[in-house]
T-cell receptor
Framework: EAQVTQNPRYLITVTGKKLTVTCSQNMNHEYMSWYRQDPGLGLRQIYYSMNVEVTDKGDVPEGYKVSRKEKRNFPLILESPSPNQTSLYFC???????????FGSGTRLTVV | AQSVTQLDSHVSVSEGTPVLLRCNYSSSYSPSLFWYVQHPNKGLQLLLKYTSAATLVKGINGFEAEFKKSETSFHLTKPSAHMSDAAEYFCVVVLNTGGFKTIFGAGTRLFVKA
């Protein structure tokens, strides 16, 4: 089945403890992207990648890192999480720029 | 600056009546436009997209949208609402600047009354 898989689905962590949210797609898509969803704000783009080793900032990149060493994987790294990063995170992929995304099921992160 | 405005945060309709969810965008570039739906506690699903072909776009589940460049609008419609349409809907702009910058509207929650 064609899908975007995020792990974990739920995560509670403490301030300052480094964490990684994984994202993997099995559709050979070139484009991948991370979003955070907060009430009343819709989804905001954190980082995106147009291919292996090609990444760029979205609208809210502060406090996050990404890497794209393989086409299928696009992990989101929080080096020192803070409570304002408590949110619902989505990974998405697309075969090309104007095709539309396939979204993962989301990761609900709580930083205490 | 690029932006997407969904004009209603909440819309309530009765089952069997038409649905109209409004979206206006602002972009210096020729945009691609999308509508996504998110059911409670679910991920997002693509409803339809406009990418500079026909201005009236048909999507899944009976939804359609019309791109009006003069009004910078991309409103989503459905002739007859069904209870299963109750969800949150997002209007999205992808900027054709060579990158993959994507802007989401804040969302419109659709309620469908029996």
């Amino acid at each position: 089945e064609a899908q975007v898989t995020q792990n974990p689905r739920y995560l509670i962590t403490v301030t300052g403890k480094k964490l990684t949210v994984t994202c993997s797609q099995n559709m050979n898509h070139e484009y991948m992207s991370w979003y955070r969803q907060d009430p009343g704000l819709g989804l905001r783009q954190i980082y995106y990648s147009m291919n292996v080793e090609v990444t760029d900032k979205g609208d809210v990149p502060e406090g996050y890192k990404v890497s794209r060493k393989e086409k299928r994987n696009f992990p989101l790294i929080l080096e020192s999480p803070s409570p304002n990063q408590t949110s619902l995170y989505f990974c998405a992929s697309s075969p090309r720029q104007n095709y539309g995304y396939t979204f993962g099921s989301g990761t609900r992160l709580t930083v205490v | 600056a690029q932006s997407v405005t969904q004009l209603d945060s909440h819309v309530s309709v009765s089952e069997g009546t038409p649905v109209l969810l409004r979206c206006n965008y602002s972009s210096s570039y020729s945009p691609s436009l999308f509508w996504y739906v998110q059911h409670p506690n679910k991920g997002l699903q693509l409803l339809l997209k406009y990418t500079s072909a026909a201005t009236l776009v048909k999507g899944i589940n009976g939804f359609e949208a019309e791109f009006k460049k003069s009004e910078t609008s991309f409103h989503l419609t459905k002739p007859s609402a069904h209870m299963s349409d109750a969800a949150e809907y997002f209007c999205v702009v992808v900027l054709n600047t060579g990158g993959f910058k994507t802007i989401f509207g804040a969302g419109t929650r659709l309620f469908v009354k029996a």
